[in-house]
């Protein structure tokens, strides 16, 4: 089945080692998303990919970083996680044609130790 | 904009009974518009969406009603199971890749 695949489901880091969390996609989507998701609130759009171009949201700190080396995987790079960084993070694709909802992979839950 | 709150409203109902989830939306330029199931530790699921275009879509089980005039926005489960227990997000569109959530609800549905 076509679907969104996210590794690790869950990861540990230290205070300020950084650390990538993966996404790879089935779908052949051209855009690819990242969230941040804190506990009972809703996700936060970090930035997405519309194929290569990358759209950054205004407030995404800058220790969030992103790379889409090739259409199917989306990397999510943080250089140096703080306690504030641990979430759920969630990629999503969509194909970027008309208006259509996002496909969500199962989310890589992340803590800071 | 990002919704945030540390307590989701939420709604408790016996297994058989309909349940209308309630949503508010901010933006009068959103024409496109979503629900989202979130069990547990997974990620968000498409439920069903409606265009501005429409007032009423109806799905397997589930029904979406959109009120512009109110910009509301509520989901209608029928014969809810305790399968269908999850929080519930809406998520509006005004433009393409700007998709916004609103801030959830917990649903609990009782066997």
């Known amino acids: 089945d076509a679907m969104v695949i996210q590794n690790p489901r869950y990861q540990v880091t230290q205070f300020g080692k950084p650390v990538t969390l993966s996404c790879s996609q089935t779908?052949?989507?051209?855009?690819m998303y990242w969230y941040q998701q804190k506990s009972s609130q809703a996700p936060k759009l970090l930035f997405h990919?519309?194929?290569?171009?990358?759209?950054n949201e205004a407030d995404t700190p800058d220790n969030f970083q992103s790379r889409r080396p090739n259409t199917s995987f989306c990397f999510l790079d943080i250089r140096s996680p703080g306690l504030g960084d641990a979430a759920m993070y969630l990629c999503?694709?969509?194909?970027?044609?008309?208006?259509?909802?996002?496909?969500f992979g199962p989310g890589t839950r992340l803590t800071v130790t | 904009g990002e919704s945030v709150g540390l307590h989701l409203p939420t709604l408790s109902v016996q297994e058989g009974d309909n349940s209308i989830i309630n949503c508010a939306y901010s933006?009068?330029?959103?024409?496109?518009f979503i629900w989202y199931k979130q069990e547990s530790g997974k990620g968000p699921q498409f439920i069903i969406d409606?265009?501005?275009?429409?007032d009423k879509r109806q799905g397997q089980r589930v029904t979406v009603l959109l009120n512009k005039t109110v910009k509301h926005l509520s989901l209608q489960i029928a014969a809810t199971q305790p399968g269908d227990s999850a929080v519930y997000f809406c998520?509006?569109?005004?433009?393409?890749?700007?998709?916004?959530f609103g801030q959830g609800t917990i649903l609990t549905v009782h066997p």
């Open positions: 999503a694709t969509s194909t970027g044609q008309g208006r259509n909802s996002r496909n």
């Open positions: 779908l052949n989507h051209n855009v």
């Open positions: 409606i265009r501005s275009n429409m």
């Open positions: 933006n009068s330029a959103s024409d496109y």
């Open positions: 998520a509006e569109d005004p433009s393409y890749g700007k998709l916004t």
């Open positions: 990919y519309y194929d290569k171009d990358f759209n």
